[in-house]
């Protein structure tokens, strides 16, 4: 390109090159104003430069190493693109392309030289002068291999931690055998619980009754510890303990040996109750199906494990699924509290994993407005990852039953300290609903939800739920680490639902200390078991 302007500054002329001389004239009216026309153009000339430079940039990027000139390749470029159309290169393309092509299951499995970190891949970047294709490949190779190492490291992660939350510690069982023999022994470990003279405080109506049906004796030695020694009238409260058979005697012995006077103490195994005696129960039915569908349809940990096509976060929940609570009366008795306790009006049910921290007794000043559990909400609140939870979180709206009965984004509530007006509830069918969705999900090859008891209850309880105050609790403190210490004593009662359980060695260790300090440790029975609460 050449660039003349005449000797009056009258004139500027611009050659493009060889050939046809076409040219830009421009005239100037008056000496005056020349030079300021003169910097216009230059200026003009100038932007016109940039242009040229980044398309020749571009040119050698794509890897196009035909020999053009420079207002060549301009040309090339901008031709009849430069009216409304976008200049575009063809890297990312192929880029994409060769990202977006199908992973096979072998693509890097077993080959060599493949970058482990970026910090390896930039290296080599700067070493070789790759075009686009061959930069798109070894990224490829980088990232597939480490998500086939991401995957395997998860999966790993998520079995150990199937096999420490499922297995009972040595500490535990030690416990149960210990009272168990003490039991047998001991005179003072077989006391009527309660004594004959305060067993009609156990129908009546006027004490604040909680319920907490549990195989583990330590954990609910601390649920009830701390329900009494927080209670601003502990001679009000009467707790309710449910046990099966095998846990009873240890159970016993404890609370004979361990009395939190003046709180009323009852100690009941399932057996003992004259509604589970008398013929078929339902949920007895319904946990050996729900066992049956289990072992056809989902198999061990090592074949859930095995699978190459699951995600790591279907394989979790799967190996949750074969948990030994899932399978445990204890965690589906809560369903039918209205026959297993027919003179109450109004009770709350614990979990065996909860703290309580505060005066309980004000929850018997709520209204319900009718409705039948007080609960609170998980769809709500501070911590997003705790408190997001809705229909859509548990049950599979994929399934037309679902999705034609219920709306996806429904607030879900937490089970684990829950108010329930058994007045209420003797006058409704959510019993019945209850196992028509538990029959409905067996007929679905287990379909409808995963796991656990709270899915049918979602359904079960569906517009009988009156949310509560989330101070009355707070939850996630077993799966996840972000609850401070100061965050959850200033909670009515802490839930520590999930795998962390403070009694196993997986628990967070910043946690543990609120449920360790309702724990006598240089009581006889838990020395002996070396428990520790650290």
Known sequence: MQLYISPSLRHVTVLPGKGVREFIKVKVGSGRVSYRILLYSLLFFTFLL??????STIDSIDGDHSKCSTIGCLGKRMGPKILGRRIESNVLEVIYRILDEPVSKDEVQGKTGVPQTLQEFMSELKQSKLDAKTFALRLREMIVQLEQRTRTAKIQEYLYIHVASSSIPKQLHCLALKLADEHSNNAAARLQLPSAELVPALV???????????DNVLATSVVATSLVKNALRPEKIVLHIITDRKTYSPMQAWFSLHPLDPAIIEVKALHQFDWISKGKIPVLEAMEKDQRVRSQFRGGSSAIVANDTDKPQVIAAKLQALSPKYKSLMNHIRIHLPELFPSLNKLVFLDDDIVIQTDLSPLWDIDMNGKVNGAVETCRGEDLFVMSKRFKSYLNFSHPLIAHNFDPNECAWAYGMNIFDLEVWRKTNISLTYYHWLEENFKSDLSLWQLGTLPP?????YWHVHAIDPFWHMLGLG?????????????GVIHFNGRAKPWLDIAFAQLR?????????????????HIRGS
Not at 204 to 214: P, T
Not at 513 to 529: E, N, R, V
């Open 50 to 55: 940039r242009f040229v430079f980044v398309f």
């Open 204 to 214: 009546d109506n006027s004490y604040f009754h909680f319920v907490l049906a549990s």
């Open 479 to 491: 799966y996840q680490d972000s609850t401070t210490l100061a965050d959850a004593e200033t909670a």
């Open 457 to 461: 209850g979602l359904i079960a309880f």
């Open 513 to 529: 200390p609120l449920w360790a300090k309702y724990i006598d440790f240089s009581d006889k029975f838990i020395k002996g078991c």
